[in-house]
């Protein structure tokens, strides 16, 4: 099982990044999808999740993100996404995707990726 995460970079703040996360070796419909983030020194953080086909279409996101960022997937592609917009410093961190039971626990996904770096410059 690998997934690809991808999408990150350098930016200003306001403005936005699109991250993607690409997976192999499991059939994507069959697990929800969550997004995580570390900054340096701090915890792990849940970001956002989504939740698998039949499912109801569930959808989390912290507090702090809501209204900004939005997180989608496309399992024909193998693919998920998580739009990020308005983005302010403090969303400066190594984003992670990761597959699993829906939820804000990291606990709760066995599958991650290798992470992409978001940096936003005040």
């Known amino acids: 099982v690998q997934l690809q995460a991808s999408g990150g970079g350098l930016v200003q703040a306001g403005g936005s990044l699109g991250l993607s996360c690409t997976t192999s070796?499991?059939?994507?419909?069959?697990?929800?999808m969550g997004w995580f983030r570390q900054a340096p020194g701090q915890e792990r953080e849940f970001v956002a999740a989504?939740?698998?086909?039949?499912?109801?279409?569930?959808?989390y996101y912290i507090d702090s993100v809501k209204g900004r960022f939005t997180v989608s997937r496309d399992n024909a592609k193998n693919t998920v996404y998580l739009q990020m917009n308005g983005l302010k410093p403090e969303d400066t961190a190594v984003y992670y995707c990761?597959?699993?039971?829906?939820?804000?626990?990291?606990?709760?996904?066995?599958?991650w990726g290798q992470g992409t770096q978001v940096t936003v410059s005040s």
């Open positions: 990761a597959a699993g039971i829906v939820g804000t626990r990291a606990s709760s996904y066995p599958y």
């Open positions: 989504i939740s698998r086909p039949g499912y109801g279409r569930v959808i």
């Open positions: 070796g499991l059939t994507l419909r069959n697990y929800h």
